[in-house]
């Protein structure tokens, strides 16, 4: 019998980029079980999206639940409970942002956020980071900055600009962490200087850790001065919590580790419905107050099951106390993979917070080694670990796991991982 790879060649798009052609045919918690019948741990979780694990039975119970009740109704024609509920709980959430728009995903959900910027403030310029990911739509690859994901679609929206990213390894402008000045925020004030005038900037969307890129983690000083900085300009400060919100990063949100800071928009989707498509944009009354009706919409955005699953994965993040468990958890593996790191050259740092961390694979002159990280894929799956690269130079391995990991199972993921690892720095040593 073929596989479902060879199948796929005459039938789906080779657009679609690809980490492992693992044939999975159920999940249950932190495990996946494959065609052949063996198991994987899963330390990928769909790309941070299946926090609470594959198909808890709260969440499974709530989708086949609504289903049974009601499966659409465009919130253009008629409201529905799940649709209001989930809003009011997410406004319980994070007071201040007490409105809500739902779409189908992130991308869908970027794009809702650039169009509210723009709207609300009626000034044209957006600024970005580079080395940002924000999703594949035309508006969400305008904000993107990875030229593998803009080439051949040029041109793409005007009046977006990008400056660095303060990702402290690799620095844009050689510095180290113990004598950074951030140069990196400089640019952006000379930006403002000498490109875009700030009364002509609606919104700076950042990701708070920098997410396909590697899992920089933004200062904390930075994203101060950000807020500083739109709180002077009157300039929207936008956070895209796609990939790190839910939980993940051992705070709801990862903006939350930054004390006094609160964006004034928010993105939200991957881990919101614990794999149902649902994405959606939280911001200020007062913002959301300035989107008139027929300014934007979605016939499917807030789908009644979606919605549920998504109020069923709050439930359990809370009931269960997955926040803690993926901050507790996260320390235990980022001091593995730091001990990890000391034993094996190979990888030259190690970072993240909570359940978001990463490792950087080099060769021994510090540049990119993505030949290793796929070595490190390969291995691992074949050991019975799943895990997934990133990265600009697709040399970093990320560790995403369910926020439901045990710490013994992370144990046992991180024995896999450490002896791969170890294998292949004696094989070039």
Request: hydrophobic residues 45%; aromatic residues 6%; neutral net charge.
């Amino acid at each position: 019998m073929r596989s479902l790879h060879e199948r796929s060649r005459a039938v789906v798009t080779p657009a679609l980029p690809r980490w492992s052609d693992t044939e999975v045919v159920s999940g249950r918690g932190v495990y996946l079980t494959l065609a052949d019948g063996r198991e994987l741990l899963d330390f990928s979780a769909g790309i941070a999206t299946a926090n609470t694990g594959h198909c808890h039975p709260k969440v499974v119970e709530a989708a086949h639940r609504q289903i049974d009740q009601l499966i659409h109704a465009c919130i253009h024609v008629s409201w529905y409970p799940t649709y209001v509920q989930l809003a009011e709980k997410l406004a319980e959430l994070v007071p201040p942002l007490g409105m809500a728009f739902f779409g189908n995903s992130g991308a869908e959900a970027i794009e809702a956020a650039l169009k509210l910027a723009r709207y609300s403030t009626q000034r044209p310029g957006i600024i970005a980071f580079q080395g940002a990911f924000h999703g594949r739509t035309l508006g969400a690859a305008s904000v993107t900055a990875k030229s593998a994901l803009r080439r051949r679609y040029e041109p793409l929206l005007p009046a977006v600009y990008h400056v660095p990213y303060p990702w402290c390894f690799r620095c844009s402008y050689g510095q180290r962490r113990e004598s950074c000045h951030l140069e990196c925020f400089q640019a952006l004030e000379r930006l403002l200087e000498t490109v875009v005038s700030p009364d002509e900037t609606a919104a700076i969307l950042i990701e708070p850790i920098l997410g396909e890129a590697g899992y920089h983690v933004a200062p904390d000083d930075f994203l101060t001065r950000l807020r500083a900085l739109c709180d002077r300009y009157g300039i929207l400060l936008m956070v895209d919590e796609i990939q790190s919100g839910m939980g993940r990063t051992g705070r709801m949100f990862a903006w939350q580790h930054v004390p006094g800071f609160t964006p004034d928009v928010m993105t939200l989707a991957k881990g919101l419905a614990s794999g149902f498509p649902l994405g959606a944009v939280l911001a200020r009354p007062e913002v959301m107050a300035r989107w008139e009706p027929g300014a934007h919409g979605s016939t499917f955005g807030g789908n009644p099951v979606s919605c549920a699953a998504a109020l069923a994965t709050l439930e359990v993040l809370e009931q269960e106390k997955l926040v803690r468990q993926a901050a507790l958890v996260g320390e235990y593996l980022h001091h593995e993979l730091d001990t990890l790191m000391a034993e094996a050259p190979i990888i030259g740092d190690v970072r993240g917070r909570g359940l978001m961390l990463a490792a950087e694979f080099v060769q021994p002159d510090g540049r990119p080694d993505p030949g290793m990280l796929k070595a490190v894929t390969g291995r691992c799956i074949d050991r019975g670990l799943l895990v997934i690269g990133g990265g600009l130079y697709a040399n970093v391995l990320r560790v995403i796991p369910p926020l439901i990991v045990s710490m013994e199972q992370a144990r046992a993921g991180m024995t896999i991982l450490s002896d791969v690892v170890r294998g292949l720095q004696a094989e070039v040593a």
